[in-house]
């Protein structure tokens, strides 16, 4: 299978190669040890990427890794040209660039504009005094006249928003770690070194980013208060619910309306390279609406993600669809990219409680969603939540809200190669975090060598979206609900499929829309039906169907 897909067209002349396109996101601490240190690295994925190019997607995800110290695990950047000596080097890296070019996988990388290290030497330079070069490169404020910050703003990771430095005798503003001091995006330069830092990897040859925090950017140049959010507005999607984080209406620390301004000037740099960008939209009140304002049009970003299918509960079939009603009123003209699971949430087989049916029916559905895709690591493999003991635990978001909030450790837990080793193949040392043992049944070499096993269907879902264009890149109807049913219809100018999914664990009689329709999908557990239009789904059954005619 491998060696066939070797060949795969790279459509490096489509520019709309991102658009329904399925990225693979890849957590490089966690995918495969190279060096035996316990700790995953490029060349790792470049020992992988045969096997990610066998799930056919599009193209991969990297998580940073840039140098850092490494006290956010890479989203603390102390030179975002070079790579840090733990994952390996630029030539590792470019290996990465060619092999997965070669086996027709694009490569994006993972981009922390909003704020850097405090390690980083821009910030060194910064805050050495208040007229330096840099003085004005982060965002820095003097205290009140009582010597409290200068507002209320908070830290999504717990505490205020603002750490005092005696060298200027200013509070520095930090949405995350103290160690972690935001940029000043009103400040010109600053604009133009993150610039040159997209040209730097897009001349050494990635096809795109995905922008970490993108509506973070810029801040209230007023620094006013943020007002309190009503509790029956709350919503734990972004910050857990332990966290003060919630209680405020996030107007004047994030979602400035001049972001836009900086967007068109990364789009412009990365048109001639026909490179992508995926943005992570951090918002638990505006998160559809901020993602449809950065993707509307040619001239911003290509797509973006917001947090409603990361969220803890399990999405019904109601949600689904006012969800992307949502999506077409404030995102028409835009393009979302959904996830089920990524690096910052528990693993939604764990979190959603999810039965191997279940697993497989999401999986289908997902593809079948308007806009692009992303599935993370052991996704594929159905991978659930491991759980970290404390003194395990390297996460500082989980150190500080333990045991009410765990911390993200769970889901970044080493990929599992082999079943029959402690590490699972991972890693000849110790791994940088347990391997779960409960993950080893579930091991690549376990489930390709079982007809049945999920990872085959992720394959079959896969190449199902890629062989019907109107999955990939058409346009959708309403969608609807009867029970726990979803419907919808996907269509291009070449085809027309209608598509229904039970979300439940009980059978559901459906009704097809009027006209001729053949079955498709029988490899991924579609229903199949006689005559009339009449069906039953079976629990956490799909039905997919072409139509013919009228």
């Known amino acids: 299978m491998t060696s066939a897909l070797a060949t795969k067209p790279a459509n490096a002349n489509d520019k709309d190669w991102w658009r329904g396109a399925v990225i693979y996101q890849i957590y490089p601490r966690s995918y495969q040890d190279s060096n035996g240190d316990g700790i995953g690295d490029l060349l790792g994925i470049v020992q992988r990427l045969p096997y990610i190019a066998s799930l056919g997607v599009d193209a991969i995800w990297i998580s940073p890794f840039f140098m850092s110290p490494m006290k956010d695990f890479g989203y603390d950047v102390s030179d975002y040209c070079d790579v840090d000596p733990m994952f390996g080097s630029l030539a590792d890296f470019d290996a990465v660039i060619d092999t997965a070019h070669k086996l027709g996988i694009k490569v994006m990388i993972d981009l922390v504009m909003s704020h850097t290290s405090d390690q980083h030497p821009w910030f060194a330079e910064s805050r050495a005094d208040k007229t330096n070069p840099k003085s004005n490169w982060y965002v820095w404020a003097d205290p009140k006249p009582d010597g409290t910050a200068p507002n209320n703003w908070l830290s999504i990771f717990g505490g205020s928003g603002w750490q005092w430095d005696a060298r200027r005798e200013q509070y520095y503003m930090h949405n ?34 995905r922008l970490d925090t993108i509506n973070f950017y810029m801040h209230d140049e007023q620094l006013r208060d943020n007002p309190a959010l009503a509790p029956e507005r709350r919503n734990a999607n972004t910050a857990p619910a332990v966290n003060p984080y919630n209680h405020q209406e996030h107007l004047y620390d994030k979602n400035h309306p001049r972001n836009v301004e900086f967007l068109r000037r990364l789009r412009a740099v990365m048109e001639p390279f026909g490179a992508a960008a995926v943005g992570e939209v951090g918002d638990s009140q505006r998160g559809l609406e901020i ?60 979190r959603w409680s999810l039965s191997p049916a ?137 085809e027309t499929i209608f598509c229904a999914f039970n979300l439940s664990d009980t059978p559901s009689d459906f009704d097809l829309p009027a006209g001729e329709w053949a079955p498709i999908g029988a490899e991924l557990g579609s229903a199949l039906f006689s005559g009339g239009g009449r069906l039953q789904l079976g629990p956490w059954q799909s039905c997919l169907v072409l139509k013919t005619t009228n």
Request: proline share 5%; charged share 25%.
């Open 176 to 209: 995350f770690l103290v160690s972690q001091p935001d940029l000043n995006f009103h400040e010109p330069e600053v604009q133009e070194a993150l610039l040159d830092v997209a040209r730097f990897w897009l001349n050494r040859g990635v096809d795109g980013f």
């Open 291 to 350: 993602l449809g304002e950065y993707t509307r049009g040619d001239d911003l970003m290509q797509m973006c993600y917001a947090f409603e299918f990361l969220a803890a509960e399990m999405p019904t079939a109601q949600r689904f669809v006012e969800v992307m009603a949502e999506v077409d009123d404030v995102a028409g003209d835009g393009w979302a990219c959904w996830a089920f699971s990524n690096h910052d949430v528990v693993r939604h087989a764990s």
């Open 358 to 494: 279940a697993q497989r029916l999401f999986t289908t559905l997902i593809m079948c969603l308007r806009g692009s895709v992303c599935i993370y690591q052991g996704e594929e493999l159905g991978l659930p939540e491991a759980d970290v003991a404390f003194e395990d635990l390297q996460d500082p978001y989980g150190i500080e809200f333990w045991p009410e909030f765990k911390g993200r450790d769970g889901c970044r837990t080493p990929m599992v190669w082999t079943e029959g080793d402690q590490n699972g193949g991972f890693s000849a040392s110790k791994p940088w975090l347990p391997v779960a043992s409960e993950h080893l049944p579930l091991a690549v070499n376990a489930q390709e060598d079982e007809p049945g096993a999920l990872i085959h269907h992720y394959r079959k879902a896969i190449a199902f979206r890629h062989a019907h264009p109107a999955l990939s890149r058409g346009s959708h109807n309403k969608l609807q609900a009867t029970g726990d049913v979803i419907y919808f219809t996907r269509s291009d100018e070449t």
